[in-house]
Nanobody, 121 residues
Framework: QVQLVESGGGLVQAGGSLRLSCAAS????????MDWYRQAPGKQRELVAR???????NYADSVKGRFTISRDNAKNTVYLQMNSLKPEDTAVYYC???????????????WGQGTQVTVSS
């Protein structure tokens, strides 16, 4: 089994910054893509940023230029640096990873429990 544990959420004023972390632990052979999703009240969960095992990234248009995703493969950890936060960034942020637990096993999808980010105006 694999666990994803997020940290770093909180309350911040508009224009401020937060850094989210997500550490994967358990039976891990390799991790492919690691992503951050978010879900605001009454809205669908949306992809915020993605980073592949090789370091390629892509972002939702709404966060380009403000958010940066990175990862430390040695620590099985992904980060999301969020700058110039806006009230519309308020949501629960979820970590998501494609994890291969054994060399010949297909990757499986895991989710973290979510961390609340609230941006006040």
């Amino acid at each position: 089994q694999v666990q994803l544990v997020e940290s770093g959420g909180g309350l911040v004023q508009a224009g401020g910054s937060l850094r989210l972390s997500c550490a994967a632990s358990g039976s891990i052979f390799s991790i492919n893509a690691m992503d951050w999703y978010r879900q605001a009240p009454g809205k669908q969960r949306e992809l915020v940023a993605r980073i592949t095992s090789g370091g390629s990234t892509n972002y939702a248009d709404s966060v380009k230029g403000r958010f940066t995703i990175s990862r430390d493969n040695a620590k099985n950890t992904v980060y999301l640096q969020m700058n110039s936060l806006k009230p519309e960034d308020t949501a629960v942020y979820y970590c998501h990873a494609d994890v291969r637990e054994l060399p010949l096993r297909l990757p499986e999808v895991y989710w973290g429990q979510g961390t609340q980010v609230t941006v006040s105006s």
